[in-house]
């Protein structure tokens, strides 16, 4: 493999880990799990946790492999996916810098209510929706993979594959995180300070920030190049 083409794998993948990273937030995510479920279910956890990550993976890849198709059946060129996209990261990466901490309530007394009433095939059944869909992928990484596909899709034969090859490894790795904050989320709140967290999530948020950016300005140079051609 050419060292251009490693590149495009590097490229592609440090573009989709760090945009994905912020919107999905395993740390942030697996508190809200438990949230949800409860500390009363503690059995489930791990189940939760590997059918999730499956179908975190699995789902992010058919956006990814067929949203370009699925854009272009609809007459959505790629430079307004740009435009578009980018310009949706850039208000969920602004809204995310000034977004308040929040400290849910976990002892309330329908969360309690509802770890007691809840049995773990109650939840196992819910993995994809509610679990996967969209507490832990919502539509702002489904837009984060609908605009770097698109983009992939673009480029060269040998280049696009790697650029391919690049978001499905980023996806890998976002999977192997979330099976590992979900599977052990009771410990999650006594491991990561919620400080620590809110700091972290407030420079990867500046980072999708300008990645959204990025993405928008290439669009909108392509458009207004067309248009004065």
């Known amino acids: 493999m050419a060292p251009q083409d490693m590149s495009d794998v590097w490229k592609y993948f440090a573009l989709g880990f760090s945009a994905l990273v912020p919107l999905v937030n395993p740390p942030g995510s697996a508190l809200e799990l438990l949230s949800i479920?409860?500390?009363a279910n503690v059995k489930p956890y791990k189940v939760l946790a590997k059918k999730i990550s499956v179908n975190t993976i699995l789902f992010l890849t058919?956006?990814?492999?067929?949203?370009?198709y699925v854009l272009s059946f609809f007459g959505i060129s790629m430079e307004v996916l740009q435009l578009m996209g980018g310009s949706v990261l850039v208000a969920m990466g602004w809204a995310m810098l000034n977004k308040q901490e929040e400290k849910p309530d976990r002892n309330g007394p329908e969360i309690?209510?509802?770890?007691?009433?809840?049995?773990?095939n109650y939840w196992e059944s819910r993995a994809f929706y509610p679990l996967t869909f969209p507490i832990t992928v919502g539509p702002g990484s489904?837009?984060?993979?609908?605009?770097?596909?698109?983009?992939?899709?673009a480029l060269g034969f040998p280049a696009r594959f790697c650029a391919f090859g690049g978001l499905l490894l980023s996806l890998v790795l976002m999977s192997i995180l979330i099976y590992i904050f979900y599977?052990?989320?009771?410990r999650v709140a006594t491991w990561i300070p919620a400080g620590a967290v809110h700091g972290?999530?407030?420079v990867v948020a500046f980072l999708l920030l300008c990645i959204g950016g990025q993405i928008a300005w290439h669009g909108l140079q392509s458009l207004l190049r067309s248009a004065y051609l």
């Open 183 to 186: 599977a052990y989320a009771p």
């Open 112 to 120: 309690r209510q509802a770890a007691e009433v809840c049995a773990a």
């Open 37 to 39: 479920v409860g500390l």
């Open 142 to 153: 489904l837009t984060v993979m609908l605009t770097l596909s698109g983009e992939a899709k």
């Open 200 to 202: 972290v999530m407030r």
């Open 62 to 68: 058919v956006t990814a492999l067929a949203g370009p």
